[in-house]
């Protein structure tokens, strides 16, 4: 999503990729799947997971002094839950979640992304009652996108006025397992893998000129 929509440019030569950095994407692109559908679905899959194990605690008298690292938790699962399923909102035409009861039946982006709007609003809610300000922030900015994209135009310029705009909502990365590897970190900063991503300055024209603000900062960082 970060090439698709101009945040980031592609620095590698693998063609697949390019397609999604200039807006032509073939339908046997395969890199989509593995790098972009199943990911997203495993994020979704560990993050409602999670929320849901974490509950089941929240009334077990062996667990009650970790309480508020279990609230923590559950805030995070749903913000991770709700941008998830903005995500596939946002890319797909058809958001499929298989085997997730009550669905029989894919839901169109509009629909994915009320559903996705109530999780960032349980992880607002949440983090509120908890004092977790940063998890807060960053399901408030969720909530300003998904009304971007529903075309409720006032409700998300309200809702992105809350949230200061150097707010930053960091990501963890971890080395643990290729499965949780964090791959804007992983093809940004070339750990694990070669740098794969960049930022634009404007003067490479196969990629249209694009130039990011935040060009001085990314090299500032090396």
Known sequence: SALLTDEMILSGTFETRLQVDRRRIQVNNATLTGAMYTPLHQARMQADTTVSLLQDRLQDPAFEEVLDQLNEGIALGKLYGGFSRVRMAELYCWSILTGMFPESVPLIPDDRMLQALVFLQEAETLAAIAGLEEIRLAAIAGQARVHLWLRNFPQAATLAAEVPRDFVHWAEFSQNDPAQYNEMYMFT????????????NGTTQTRENVKQEHIDEFLSQN
């Open 189 to 200: 900063w070339g750990d694990i893998q070669a740098i794969r991503w960049t930022v634009g």
